[in-house]
């Protein structure tokens, strides 16, 4: 059964090479071109794989502490840990706004070294909203970097492959016109030819397809893991704000 396997395998592999090296200079462009999508494909979705576990391992840990810490500057210290998690981003552009917001809530005759921890209070809470808010989107568009190209890659390559399919078939009903022979077997190895792009922008377009529709639903994992942790955030700063050290 193996050596069957083995057979087929050489055979298919060593009939394709023969096509691809049968093939016009138009095909072997087209090919080239498919080829350069796959490969910088291929690196995507193995960089995106390695970075969103790395994100995952990082955001876990991070949303970790910040259950387990009394003290918000305690979290604030271990941001820099955790640069891949956007939790972390999340959490540090909230936090600098609430400092901002306590420093500004603070009589002027206290002065600039006064401690925090002092305050009564910090007003409201929108300004730290919209800061998430902002911080969300900005920490999402950067997870969703290169995936447009994966959604170019699934939509682009098969028309790519057919047009090189297309003049392959031309070229072959061409040289059909100007034979002699008007039999199957004079047309067969030219529209086989042809059919070698079809392939190859399948094989370029199967993988980025699959890859993105993986990678999409990630990030909508990412954003409602955002969003919670926006929103506990939140709810921490309205029930401790007034009492609880930073």
Request: no cysteine.
């Amino acid at each position: 059964m193996i050596s069957l396997l083995v057979a087929l395998g050489e055979s298919f592999s060593g009939g394709f090479w023969q096509l691809i090296q049968q093939s016009g200079i138009i095909a072997k462009l087209v090919l080239i071109l498919l080829l350069g999508f796959s490969v910088f494909s291929w690196g995507i979705i193995l960089n995106k794989w390695m970075i969103f576990r790395k994100v995952t391992r990082q955001s876990q840990q991070f949303y970790s502490i910040f259950k387990k810490s009394q003290r918000l500057s305690d979290v604030y210290n271990a941001v820099e840990q955790y640069s891949l998690s956007p939790l972390a981003g999340v959490f540090k552009s909230g936090y600098d706004e609430l400092h901002q917001q306590i420093r500004a809530s603070q009589p002027i005759e206290r002065g600039p070294t006064q401690s925090i921890n002092e305050r009564t209070h910090i007003g409201s809470t929108l300004p730290i909203q919209r800061t998430l808010q902002k911080s969300a989107m900005v920490e999402m568009a950067a997870l969703e970097g290169s995936l447009s190209w994966l959604a170019t890659t699934g939509a682009v390559t098969p028309f790519i492959g057919l047009f090189g399919t297309v003049i392959g078939i031309i070229n072959a009903f061409q040289g059909l016109g100007t034979g002699s022979a008007t039999t199957i077997q004079a047309v067969a190895p030219g529209i086989s030819e042809a059919l070698v792009t079809t392939a190859a922008g399948l094989f370029a377009a199967i993988p980025a397809v699959i890859g993105y529709n993986q990678f999409v639903q990630k990030l909508k994992v990412f954003g409602v893991e955002i969003d919670d942790f926006s929103m506990e955030f939140l709810n921490w700063v309205e029930r401790n704000f007034t009492n609880a050290p930073m």
